[in-house]
Each structure stands twice: as C-alpha cells, then as structure tokens.
C-alpha cells in the first residue's frame, strides 16, 4: 500500500494549487519543495514585481503631481526600502500558502525528490537525511529557470538575472536588458521610473514580439517617449565585465557596436527544472527538456502527470493553476472540460500595461479568417481622460461571420483588470454585438470595452 494517494513535487501556483485541490477531493496528499512555497511566481517573479511596479507607479504620480495642484520640495527616495516592501509583500503569501497547506491537511515536506519508480521517491531532506516515499500518483511540477547563455554568463553582480535584479537594493545609473519579452518591459519600465538609463536589446525586430503588431507599436512609441532606448534585430555578440561596469558588443544589420553600462539583466532564455529528477530512472523522455502532456495532462507513464512550465505549454502562473486543478480531478475521474489555451490570458505589468488572448490580427489573416477589427482609444474616454490615463487602446479580433470574437489586445492603465470580461465573453460563446448591448457603468474605463465591440459593427458611439 502506498503513503499517498498523491505526491506533488514543487509547491509553486501549479503544486501548491493541485494540492490543496487533491485534499478537497479526499486524497492522502504530499507535496515536496525544495525551497520556499509559491515557487519562483510568488518568491522572485509575479508577486515581488508587481510590488515593485506599485512603487514606481506611486513614484511617478508624485513626480507629476503639480498637475494636480499638488506641490512639495525635495522629493526623495529610497529603492532599498521598495525592495524591502517587495519581500514583506512575498513573507505574507507564503505564510498563507503554509496555512492553505496545513488547513487542508496537505503533508509539505522540505526537500528534493528523485524518481526511484513510477511510484516511489527518495527525498534529500533540507536537514541532509533521506526520506523514501511511495505514491500512488505523481505530479511533476518543478517548474523551469533561466537557461544560461554562453555569451551571457550571470555572475550575480554586474551581470544579474531576475532574481538577482528583485534582491538588488540599488538602482544602476545605466542598465542594459537583453530581451524585450515581458520581464524586459516590467524591468524597462521599473528602472526608467528610477531614473537609469535603459537600453533593451531584442533579438526579433520588435519588442513583445508574441502580442499583436499594433499593441508592440504602443508600447515602443511609450517607451522611447519615456526615454527608453530600444534596439530590435540584435544580438548580444559577448559581455566584458569589470568590477563595477559591462561593455556590451551588439551585433545589428552585420556591424558591430559596444555600448558601456553599469549591470547587465538578462532577461531571455528558460529551462525546464528535469536534470535532477532522476527521470531516467522510470522512462520518462523529455522534449528539450520539457515533459511532454496531453489534455489530460498524463505523461507518457501512466500514474504520472506534469503541469506548468515544466510541460514547456503556456510558461505562466494561472496556467499552471488551471493545469493542476484539471490533473487533480482528471486523477480523481471527474472529467473536468479539457482546458482551453486560446483564450489563456497574458499580461505585461509594465506602464501602460498589456494584456491579451487570442489570435492576432496577423495570425487570424495568415489562417485565412475573415475577421473584423474593432477598436477604440482611451482617449477617447471620459474616465481615461479624468485619471490623465489616455495612452492606450483596445483592439478586438472578430469573426466576421459570427460575431464571436478570436483574439483581443490591449494596451492602457490596469487593462489586466479589463481582460477577463472579454474572456468570459469568449468562453461563453458571446458575440461583439451582446458585448455591445452590454450597458456599463458610467464613467468607466470598462466603456472601453463595448465601444470597442460596437465598433466591430461600424456602431460605436464615441
């Protein structure tokens, strides 16, 4: 007989998620973490961020604050105290997840776990002894990390990853990030509102390349407004550090060009956590390091399953959520509805901010969908105008037989918060003409949304 009717290793937003879940539904549940709850979402990327990225914001108001008629001498401040915060902010959601853990009897046990079979681990304990335990089902969620790069080696001082960037108490006077995907814009936005120089260096020929042309278009037009300075089709050729500064050689269009700066964030690249799971062991073949799933999320091993970034899927936090809620009641036979990963929301945290699901505009064309665009301005918008929020736009993607809508893409002040009413909608099987009969509070930025829609039809008001 087993110990477990489950064993979930790695208690990040996937584990700790299908845990909790597993012990609802009456299973005997252990979950294995070699380091904090919450996994690197809650400890060193989602949460820490977004409290860093609130501090920018309050920092920003209080730098335009004569435009309200507000006015104060010797404004100041102290990035040391912002980091801080961060960490207060990333102490209290994991204590709560320890108390999710414990209140739904979940067993967490501190360590790292190898596969001996398919249905036993052997666990190095955070105290140096050995522990073996046997499950009846295991789930992998280990999640992933930062791939190093040969000509980007990390050395945790001028050269810094994230992590390293989310425990740093100073802000560099000129800072280079390499990668201008999601990381790379919140970092951008962060240290630009802190005053460094910033240059982002973006192998593809625009930033946020995965989000829709127009919404990357946006964002560059802030950014260098802002003055952010942004070079796209380039590479990082190799990295000179000394001990307080980096020379930089970039490779763009077949030449050469250094550029000096004080810390170097590389923010591209990422891999699988499978090296040390011993996986050889029972069988299981990774592609590239990732561990194949299929709806079910079911590996190629019967009694074992994976989710989150460690399946290499959709490489965020909700999904991973979603993904362990779905093993769990997969396991426990309630065949939940298969996930669906066309309407997976994204988000980008940076000043304004980005959020989206769905095909592009150029994706819906290239699969020869005939579609209509629906959009509309913040500035547009008597909300948007009275916040002094009116850089941004809502873009719908549409069907243009049925109405339903395909894909969505915003850029605008909290459009996070805007996104999953359009996701609703799509899951639904809502069409832009009920979204547009929709009647929203006035005056909200949500107005947006239905004008947006109306405008799919040629109807909107404003």
Partial sequence: MSDFDIIVIGAGPGGYVAAIRAAQLGMKTAVIERESVGGVCLNWGCIPSKSLLRNAEVLN????????????????????????????????????????????????????????????????????????????????????????????????????????????????????IVGGGATGAEFAHLYSSYGSNVTIVELEDRIIPNEDAEISQALTKSFTDNGINISCSSSVESIETNADFAIVSISKNGETSKIECDRVLVAVGVQANTDNLGLENIGLETDRGFVPIDNKMNTAISNIYAIGDVTGKMLLAHVASAQGVTA??????????????????????????????????????????????????????GKAIALDKTDGIVKLVVDEEIGEIIGAHMIGSEVTELLAELSITKMLEGTTTELGWLVHPHPTISEILKEAALDTMGEAIH
Avoid at 100 to 112: Q, Y
Avoid at 137 to 146: D, M, P, S, Y
Avoid at 354 to 364: K, P, R, V, Y
């Fill in 328 to 381: 769990i009641e997969n396991i426990a036979g309630l065949n939940p509805p298969e996930l669906d990963y066309s309407i997976m929301p994204r988000a980008i945290y940076c000043e304004p901010q980005i959020a989206s699901f769905g095909l592009t505009e150029n994706q819906a064309k290239e699969q020869g969908i005939n579609i209509n665009i629906g959009k509309f301005p913040f500035s547009a918008s």
């Fill in 61 to 176: 108001l209080m730098k335009s604050a004569d435009k309200y008629g507000i006015s104060f001498d010797n404004l100041s401040y102290d990035f040391g105290a912002a980091i801080e915060r961060s960490r207060e902010v990333v102490n209290k959601l994991t204590s709560g997840v320890q108390y999710l853990l414990k209140k739904n009897n979940v067993e967490h046990i501190s360590g790292s776990a190898v596969f001996e079979t398919s249905t036993s681990l052997s666990i190095l304990m955070e105290n140096g002894e050995s522990r073996v335990i046997s499950g009846d089902n295991i789930l992998i969620a280990t999640g992933a990390r930062q791939r190093e790069i040969p000509t980007m080696p990390i050395d945790h001082s001028v050269v810094m990853n994230s992590r390293d960037a989310l425990n740093s108490k100073t802000i560099p006077n000129r800072v280079l």
